[in-house]
Every structure is written in structure tokens, then in C-alpha cells.
């Protein structure tokens, strides 16, 4: 129902854009969330934004270089991601919040729904 895209291998310093289509059901009321998983880690949060698309939080290490977006209207969630640098490097998931018209969360267990994740690999 969620599927990433978008994501491939970039220098230190470049951009990607990262999409969130989903298919089958609209999402436009519940709030999503971007999370990475890198090699040998732990998934962690990345951006989440409100349904409406008013608020967004983001995790420290992303904060001003990375920005997510919503366009209910085509039922697709962004992620611009600038001044990539090695440590992004990671597979991206999208996910949907499991209740409608809440704040976004941040946790990965008020997620329900998820894709499939695209990796982005940054080179040094």
C-alpha cells in the first residue's frame, strides 16, 4: 500500500528527493512518517509530518538539511534530503500512522503501515 522511491547512490554534499505513493486506500488523514535503517543498526526516525501537513518534527541529525512534505491530493509523501553526507547512508521507510487525526508520532510503534523501503547510498 506504501511504496518508497526515489532513493539511489549520491556524493557528500548532493540532494534526493524521496517519494511515498500510496495505493489502495488514501492516507490524507493520518500523519506519516519517514524512518532509516543502516547497515548493522537499528531503524531509527527520520520526519514525521501531521495529516494536514501544518506540523513536522524531525530527528537532530536531519534537522535543517532534510524536509518533508505531503500532497494529499496525489496521496504521496516527500522527503527532500539536502547536504547528504555518508552517515545518511541507510534504506528509507515510509509509514503511515496507525490513527487518523492525530499530532505525527515518532515512535515506530504508533506506525501501522509501512513500504518497502528504498536505499540511499551517500559516497564520501
Known amino acids: 500500500q506504501l511504496q518508497a522511491s526515489g532513493g539511489g547512490l549520491v556524493q557528500a554534499g548532493g540532494s534526493l528527493r524521496l517519494s511515498c505513493a500510496a495505493s489502495?486506500?488514501?492516507?490524507?488523514?493520518?500523519?506519516m512518517g519517514w524512518f532509516r535503517q543502516a547497515p548493522g543498526k537499528e531503524r531509527e526516525f527520520v520526519a514525521a509530518i501531521s495529516w494536514s501537513g501544518d506540523s513536522t518534527y524531525y530527528a537532530d541529525s536531519v534537522k535543517g538539511r532534510f524536509t518533508i512534505s505531503r500532497d494529499n491530493h496525489k496521496n504521496t509523501v516527500y522527503l527532500q534530503m539536502n547536504s547528504l553526507k555518508p552517515q545518511d547512508t541507510a534504506v528509507y521507510y515510509c509509514a503511515a500512522d496507525r490513527a487518523p487525526w492525530r499530532a505525527p508520532p515518532t515512535w515506530q510503534a504508533d506506525f501501522g503501515s509501512w513500504g518497502q523501503g528504498t536505499l540511499v547510498t551517500v559516497s564520501s
Open positions: 489502495g486506500r488514501t492516507f490524507s488523514s493520518y500523519a
